[in-house]
Structures are given as structure tokens and as C-alpha cells.
T-cell receptor
Framework: DQQVKQNSPSLSVQEGRISILNCDYTNSMFDYFLWYKKYPAEGPTFLIS?????DKNEDGRFTVFLNKSAKHLSLHIVPSQPGDSAVYFCAAAFGNEKLTFGTGTRLTIIP | GAVVSQHPSWVICKSGTSVKIECRSL??????MFWYRQFPKQSLMLMAT?????????EQGVEKDKFLINHASLTLSTLTVTSAHPEDSSFYICSARDRPGGNTIYFGEGSWLTVV
């Protein structure tokens, strides 16, 4: 049972444009959401997070939007840069500290 | 910022042998650390929660006698893969929250295990 889903396994975006990565979840108990960036054979790097009491959090080029009624969150990267090419994972947690990860979306920024 | 370090980064071992992976929190004390595993082209899957001074909590389907976890201090947790088999070959990653109730979880660099 995949509680956190990233339905797009890959995404290609032109440099300078906006990248939008999507994530859906099924467990309404989740109250904290995170986005991670991962390069091959490396550990994930934390990007940005959002609590369920908010619907938007912004940090530089990264903005995360949360739609609780739709159980959907998205990560916007603008402007996209070549160094943003990586696999992006969304993750969700509730109460305890365990994270449930999505399956990842491979983002490729085209110069 | 908070740093979590793993060692070794990669290791090759023979089938039937055991291998230990260390996870250290370098500038903070972590009462709880988490061990994940990632197979190629798949998501990170939680294996177990490592609690300092007590037994680890394993996720369903993870053999606790095969994946031994020891969290003897507030800055070190170890994962030992015992009697390793080729199907144990994977990328193992640990993580820790930088403070109780904190909102950010930091991950180690990961350890790539190949069992031949």
C-alpha cells in the first residue's frame, strides 16, 4: 500500500522555466511533509518542508504547496537550473518521526 | 548545520559474511535514528527505528536477526547485515532528527553494499 505517491517518474524542463513536481498521499493522519533531492549513490538532501497547518512555504527558488482537502502537495522550482537535475522525493510523517517516502520523480533540466 | 555521517560509503563483502555500517551524528545528539534501504529505481524504505539505550523497532518484513541495530550512544547507531546474501545488496541510509520535536531530519551520505 503506497501511502505517498509520485505519479510522474520523470520530468524534463527547460532551463529558466518553472519545474512543478507533484505528490499525492492517502493517509489523512500525515501532518508534516518534506521534499528531498537525491543524486545517485548519495543520501537525500533536505530541500523544504511544510506543516499541515500551512498551505504554502517558500524558500528561495523552492516553494511547496499543500492542498489538504485533495491530499496533494507540489514543489515548484523557479527558475530551474541545470544543477537541479536529480531525483526528488516527497515524504510524509505524522506524530512519530518515521517518514514515508514517495517513489521519486527524476527531474532533468535542459540547458 | 546538523550533520549525519555514514561509514563506509561503499563496501563489498562475500556471501555469508557480516558487514557493519556506522551512522554518526557529528554535531548533535540523536536519541532516535532511522535506517532506510533503497533498491535501484525504488523509493527509500524504512527498515527500523534505532533508539538509544533500547531495542530497535523493526518494520514489518524486516528480519531483526539479520539486520542487527545497535544504538549504544547518543551519536552512534550501527547496522550490521549478518550472513549477507546477494539480495541484500542495496543502498543503506540512516537519518536523525537534530533535536527532539525538531522539524528537519538529516540524512547520512548512504552506504552502498554489494554482496558477491
Amino acid at each position: 500500500d503506497q501511502q505517498v505517491k509520485q505519479n510522474s517518474p520523470s520530468l524534463s524542463v527547460q532551463e529558466g522555466r518553472i519545474s512543478i513536481l507533484n505528490c499525492d498521499y492517502t493517509n489523512s493522519m500525515f501532518d508534516y511533509f518534506l521534499w528531498y533531492k537525491k543524486y545517485p549513490a548519495e543520501g537525500p538532501t533536505f530541500l523544504i518542508s511544510i506543516s499541515s497547518i500551512k498551505d504554502k512555504n517558500e524558500d528561495g527558488r523552492f516553494t511547496v504547496f499543500l492542498n489538504k482537502s485533495a491530499k496533494h502537495l507540489s514543489l515548484h522550482i523557479v527558475p530551474s537550473q541545470p544543477g537541479d537535475s536529480a531525483v526528488y522525493f516527497c515524504a510524509a510523517a505524522f506524530g512519530n518521526e518515521k517518514l514515508t517516502f514517495g517513489t521519486g520523480t527524476r527531474l532533468t533540466i535542459i540547458p | 548545520g546538523a550533520v549525519v555521517s555514514q561509514h563506509p560509503s561503499w563496501v563489498i563483502c562475500k556471501s555469508g559474511t557480516s558487514v557493519k555500517i556506522e551512522c554518526r551524528s557529528l554535531d548533535f545528539q540523536a536519541t532516535t535514528m532511522f535506517w532506510y534501504r533503497q533498491f535501484p529505481k525504488q523509493s527509500l524504505m524504512l527498515m527500523a527505528t534505532s533508539n538509544e539505550g533500547s531495542k530497535a523497532t523493526y518494520e514489518q518484513g524486516v528480519e531483526k536477526d539479520k539486520f542487527l541495530i545497535n544504538h549504544a550512544s547518543l551519536t552512534l547507531s550501527t547496522l550490521t547485515v549478518t550472513s549477507a546474501h546477494p539480495e541484500d545488496s542495496s543502498f543503506y541510509i540512516c537519518s536523525a532528527r537534530d533535536r527532539p520535536g525538531g522539524n528537519t531530519i538529516y540524512f547520512g551520505e548512504g552506504s552502498w553494499l554489494t554482496v558477491v
